[in-house]
């Protein structure tokens, strides 16, 4: 049972940075997807970035790119997302999550078996 602990979250201005980090313990973290996903207050919760188990094949959606970076360390079986230029609408907890490797990249909550219990990230104007 892969478990996940997310951490580097915190309050910054705008137009500030964070780097969250996930360290995985328990699977082989090489052969995983990681993903991280964030919530907002009553929104649903939405994908944010994606690299691939090997090779550094990254995905993220519209509103981040330029700005957020992920990377993964699997000697330190931990996984990244430097977040630069922060908005007010960035604000939302972070959950970083884990899948098994498979073709292609996963877009949705449903394309991971393990998650982590989030981490806050406050934007303010």
């Known amino acids: 049972q892969v478990q996940l602990v997310e951490s580097g979250g915190g309050l910054v201005q705008a137009g500030g940075s964070l780097r969250l980090s996930c360290a995985a313990s328990?699977?082989?973290?090489?052969?995983?997807?990681m993903g991280w996903f964030r919530q907002a207050p009553g929104k649903e919760r939405e994908f944010v970035a994606t690299i691939k188990w090997i090779g550094s094949g990254t995905r993220y959606v519209d509103s981040v790119k330029g700005r957020f970076t992920i990377s993964r360390d699997n000697a330190k079986n931990t996984v990244y997302l430097q977040m630069n230029s922060l908005k007010p609408e960035d604000t939302a907890v972070y959950y970083c999550a884990a899948g098994a490797a498979k073709p292609g990249y996963a877009y949705t909550s449903y394309g991971y078996d393990h998650w982590g219990q989030g981490t806050q990230v406050t934007v303010s104007s």
């Open positions: 328990g699977g082989t973290f090489s052969m995983y997807d």
